[in-house]
């Protein structure tokens, strides 16, 4: 089952100290092998799709703040990316990412 989340509302006042709360916290979900009880990220489908979600990503048009990056590792892995945005674009409004989860 995924529970990712793609995008988030936040109020515009508390945006900045949000965005950088959701950066430590995504940064602590480091990938890794499914079957390891500790692991909270497992892989993508395969390699075809972690391209297709680092490109959905670096084209929202938000800074990335962490992830978006492959780690050192076999398999279609990929740090879980975050990235503030001021406005959707129709692009990212009604599409998924199928990003880790």
Do not use: K
Request: hydrophobic content about 35%.
């Amino acid at each position: 089952m995924c529970s990712a989340t793609t995008r988030l509302l936040v109020e515009a006042s508390v945006a900045e100290e949000f965005t950088a709360r959701v950066a430590e916290h995504a940064r602590g979900w480091l990938p890794g092998d499914p079957l390891d009880p500790a692991t909270r990220l497992g892989p993508l489908v395969d390699e075809a799709q972690a391209v297709r979600v680092l490109d959905a990503v670096r084209a929202s048009g938000g800074t990335l703040v962490c992830g978006g990056t492959r780690p050192d590792r076999d398999g279609a892995y990929l740090d879980p990316p975050s990235s503030p945005a001021s406005a959707p674009t129709p692009r990212s409004s009604g599409r998924s990412s199928s990003a880790p989860c």
